[in-house]
T-cell receptor, first 114, second 111 residues
Framework: DAGVTQSPTHLIKTRGQQVTLRCSPKSGHDTVSWYQQALGQGPQFIFQYYEEEERQRGNFPDRFSGHQFPNYSSELNVNALLLGDSALYLCASSSRFSGNYGYTFGSGTRLTVV | TQLLEQSPQFLSIQEGENLTVYCNSSSVFSSLQWYRQEPGEGPVLLVT???GGEVKKLKRLTFQFGDARKDSSLHITAAQPGDTGLYLCAGRTDSNYQLIWGAGTKLIIKP
């Protein structure tokens, strides 16, 4: 049973560019959350998608946007990249029946902005 | 602002010793989770506690949720080098879908 799959694993972009990160949730999961983890820190919540809608958003600017598709997979888009956007971006999936009991995380996408 | 304060930030001990990691907040959580993260990987769920005073054991790891559901601890007995990693606590409140995270405890167990 495949867990959460994220792509790409690593990415290098230049300031001002745009990036799209992709996530396929664990089989049976219908909810996808995105987190940003800077080096040496805990993850920070970006947003959560359920039923193709953004259900909740963290304290991130509008440059960060997302989408969820009918097959529950999701994309995270970041526009006008800044050096400070360099981080590990984590996708976590859960089920609407068990979201309170834990999330399954992907291995993340390491984004470096130069 | 909801915060989870995790301590210590860093711990390096000898194999066979015991240790405790703490996670404290002024907020009440509906559930609290502990994760372990290896370098370059995503966090892996160890346990979820949901009831005040709840104690769960996972082999040599013991997790406790405070009676008021504002704090939690992770105790490792007879630590082994394989326990080395970053341990993170994360909580959810009733009004939120997001997880609130501690900054993590970097644990090194020396042979």
């Amino acid at each position: 049973d495949a867990g959460v799959t994220q792509s790409p694993t690593h990415l290098i972009k230049t300031r001002g560019q745009q990036v799209t990160l992709r996530c396929s949730p664990k089989s049976g999961h219908d909810t996808v959350s995105w987190y940003q983890q800077a080096l040496g820190q805990g993850p920070q919540f970006i947003f959560q998608y359920y039923e193709e809608e953004e259900r909740q958003r963290g304290n991130f600017p509008d440059r960060f946007s997302g989408h969820q598709f009918p097959n529950y997979s999701s994309e995270l888009n970041v526009n006008a990249l800044l050096l400070g956007d360099s981080a590990l971006y984590l996708c976590a999936s859960s089920s609407r029946f068990s979201g309170n009991y834990g999330y399954t995380f992907g291995s993340g996408t390491r984004l470096t902005v130069v | 602002t909801q915060l989870l304060e995790q301590s210590p930030q860093f711990l390096s001990i000898q194999e066979g010793e015991n240790l405790t990691v703490y996670c404290n907040s002024s907020s009440v959580f509906s559930s609290l989770q502990w994760y372990r993260q290896e370098p370059g990987e995503g966090p892996v769920l160890l346990v979820t506690v949901v009831t005040g005073g709840e104690v769960k054991k996972l082999k040599r790891l013991t997790f406790q949720f405070g009676d008021a559901r504002k704090d939690s601890s992770l105790h490792i007995t007879a630590a082994q080098p394989g326990d080395t990693g970053l341990y993170l606590c994360a909580g959810r409140t009733d009004s939120n879908y997001q997880l609130i995270w501690g900054a993590g405890t970097k644990l090194i167990i020396k042979p």
